[in-house]
């Protein structure tokens, strides 16, 4: 009995409703459409933030063996940690599932050890630390009850903008080199695949239409770069030689 008390709370906690755990399991009523987007939309939220905790690990790891961030834009990385704080920030304070933007949290983390690796491998690491602690100040700052709700609502607003400016540096990067140079393709998919995902997450637990909208965009741009991923490959490969 103690077992299965467990395993209803935790069903409860991450997956399902009440109702829609009296329909599976009470009623047996295994066919249920709404419980059963309910149920998709939990886990695929559980299974990105899963992933999320080691998306941009690769990214991470390849910059640090090749001591080298060449084909990353720090501009284009100081705007999608804006992007994601936004999302994490608006989700915590609106009391979202934390299945709906947990990733952002592992994401935001990876993103600012990749934006400290550009300013450290081109020397300038004490501004890297100085930019990590303003950044850490300003986010308790707005987690807090002293930020109105409207300044964190007006914050996710300009992640539509944020992202796509972000993005576009992004690929004019990868067009005026003719390569992706330390850009992971890995860390490129996970994101496309994430972002798809988390179009039908986002519709299903939050309905909120500026995460959707948000999310939108962000895939189509992944999308793009995903494309210049594939389209300069071999371009990228034998950059990659010459370094080594």
């Known amino acids: 009995m103690a077992v299965a008390a467990m395993l209803r709370s935790l069903a409860l906690k991450f997956l399902l409703t009440e109702k829609c755990y009296e329909e599976f399991f009470l009623e047996l009523?295994?066919?249920?459409?709404?419980?059963?987007?309910?149920?998709?939309s939990k886990v695929l939220g559980l299974s990105i933030i899963a992933g999320s905790v080691m998306v941009k690990l690769p990214q991470i790891l390849k910059?640090?063996?090749?001591?080298?961030?060449?084909?990353?834009?720090?501009?284009?990385?100081?705007?999608?940690?804006?992007?994601?704080t936004g999302t994490m920030v608006y989700g915590m304070r609106n009391y979202f599932p934390f299945?709906?933007?947990?990733?952002?949290?592992?994401?935001?983390?990876?993103?600012?050890?990749?934006?400290?690796?550009?300013?450290?491998?081109?020397?300038?690491?004490?501004t890297g630390v100085s930019c990590l602690l303003v950044y850490f100040a300003m986010l308790i700052l707005l987690l807090s009850p002293l930020t109105p709700l409207k300044v964190v609502t007006l914050l996710?607003?300009?992640?539509?903008?944020?992202?796509?400016?972000?993005?576009?540096?992004?690929?004019?990067t990868n067009y005026s080199n003719g390569h992706t140079g330390?850009?992971?393709?890995?860390?490129?998919?996970?994101?496309?695949?994430?972002?798809?995902?988390?179009?039908?997450t986002s519709v299903q637990e939050t309905g909120?239409?500026?995460?959707?909208?948000?999310?939108?965009?962000?895939?189509?741009?992944?999308?793009?770069?995903?494309?210049?991923?594939?389209y300069y490959w071999r371009a990228s490969v034998e950059k990659t030689r010459k370094m080594d």
Not at 208 to 230: H, K, R
């Open 99 to 126: 299945s709906s933007w947990g990733e952002a949290l592992f994401l935001m983390l990876q993103t600012l050890t990749i934006g400290f690796l550009i300013l450290h491998y081109s020397g300038q690491t004490q």
């Open 182 to 200: 330390q850009l992971s393709a890995i860390t490129v998919f996970l994101l496309f695949g994430g972002s798809l995902a988390r179009i039908f």
């Open 156 to 172: 996710q607003a300009l992640n539509l903008p944020a992202i796509m400016v972000s993005r576009l540096i992004q690929i004019v």
């Open 29 to 40: 009523n295994l066919l249920d459409v709404p419980c059963l987007k309910l149920l998709l």
């Open 208 to 230: 909120d239409q500026l995460m959707i909208l948000t999310y939108l965009v962000a895939s189509s741009f992944n999308g793009i770069i995903a494309a210049q991923v594939l």
């Open 63 to 84: 910059v640090v063996r090749a001591r080298s961030t060449e084909g990353l834009n720090f501009n284009s990385i100081l705007l999608e940690v804006l992007a994601i």
